[in-house]
Nanobody, 121 residues
Framework: QVQLVESGGGLVQPGGSLRLSCAAS????????MGWYRQAPGKERELVAT???????NYADSVKGRFTISRDNTKNTVYLQMDNLKPEDTAVYYC???????????????WGQGTQVTVSS
């Protein structure tokens, strides 16, 4: 079982910044990729950004140039630095991890419980 715990959400004004963190714990052999997804009220969950173990990154067009995803492989932690936040960034942000379990080297996908980000004046 792999657990993901997010932190760093909160209320900020437009143009402000937040830094989200997500730490993976439990028993696993490796984590191939970690990422952030978000879900706004009345909308489907969407990809925000992903990062591989080799530090390759991918961003949604809506956040490109404003958000930066990074990963500390030693700490099994992924970060999302969010700058120049906009009201449309308001959503619950979910951490995701894909990797291989120690048990039987089986693959897994794990989700965090989410952290609320609200951008409002």
């Amino acid at each position: 079982q792999v657990q993901l715990v997010e932190s760093g959400g909160g209320l900020v004004q437009p143009g402000g910044s937040l830094r989200l963190s997500c730490a993976a714990s439990g028993r696993f052999f490796s984590i191939a990729a970690m990422g952030w997804y978000r879900q706004a009220p009345g909308k489907e969950r969407e990809l925000v950004a992903t990062v591989t173990r080799g530090q390759g990154t991918n961003y949604a067009d809506s956040v490109k140039g404003r958000f930066t995803i990074s990963r500390d492989n030693t700490k099994n932690t992924v970060y999302l630095q969010m700058d120049n936040l906009k009201p449309e960034d308001t959503a619950v942000y979910y951490c995701n991890a894909q990797g291989i379990r120690t048990l039987a080297l089986s693959p897994f996908t794990s989700w965090g419980q989410g952290t609320q980000v609200t951008v409002s004046s």
